[in-house]
T-cell receptor, first 112, second 114 residues
């Protein structure tokens, strides 16, 4: 079955860049997503990328996809205290009305 | 846009009672809604997929008689935890999908069964 892996923890100094990594096993994964979850809240969609893309940038967020290695990363530039959260990557074969397979989540801690 | 509202946000009730959780898409029509369960410090586990006007599709190991799902309109799905027991205590999150849209999530419901 599908498997999505992430590191559990990441600590970054305020102002530095954060890079959160994700690997997946399903070669049929077509869409890959990054969600942010703050304590006690639901998930906020940050960005998503289609598998025929290598990179997508949206303001402070840059997503890199290496389809050959099945590796996805999320870079957050100029990390702020408000970026403290758990970040989940997820994949699906089709867009929209198909279930997502989530990674384990990476807890990002910002060091003042 | 793409706002999903989930209600209630927190509920505490006695063992044996039934609890209903609502998931609404506020500014779009949701062809599909998903229900997830999240244990502390863990990822989301999909419980069921709900399409408007049809029966929900449950994931393996999820008791459909325990977790009743109704998706009566394009903007509302409900999850009812029947005869809830302490082991049903968890964080339940819904998501909704519109046409050519990614999943957007509600803020979750924390269920505590005493």
């Amino acid at each position: 079955g599908e498997d999505v892996e992430q590191s559990l923890f990441l600590s970054v100094r305020e102002g530095d860049s954060s890079v959160i990594n994700c690997t997946y096993t399903d070669s049929s994964s077509t869409y890959l997503y990054w969600y942010k979850q703050e304590p006690g809240a639901g998930l906020q969609l940050l960005t998503y990328i289609f598998s025929n893309m290598d990179m997508k940038q949206d303001q402070r967020l840059t997503v890199l996809l290496n389809k050959k290695d099945k590796h996805l990363s999320l870079r957050i530039a100029d990390t702020q205290t408000g970026d403290s959260a758990i970040y989940f990557c997820a994949e699906s074969r089709n867009f929209g009305n198909e279930k997502l397979t989530f990674g384990t989540g990476t807890r990002l801690t910002i060091i003042p | 846009g793409a706002v999903v509202s989930q209600h209630p946000s927190w509920v505490i009730c006695k063992s044996g009672t039934s609890v209903k959780i609502e998931c609404r898409s506020l500014d779009f029509q949701a062809t599909t809604m998903f229900w997830y369960r999240q244990f502390p410090k863990q990822s989301l586990m999909l419980m069921a997929t709900s399409n408007e006007g049809s029966k929900a599709t449950y994931e393996q190991g999820v008791e459909k008689d325990k977790f009743l799902i109704n998706h009566a309109s394009l903007t509302l799905s409900t999850l009812t935890v029947t005869s809830a027991h302490p082991e049903d205590s968890s964080f339940y999150i819904c998501s909704a999908v519109g046409v050519n849209q990614p999943q957007h999530f509600g803020d979750g419901t924390r269920l505590s069964i005493l």
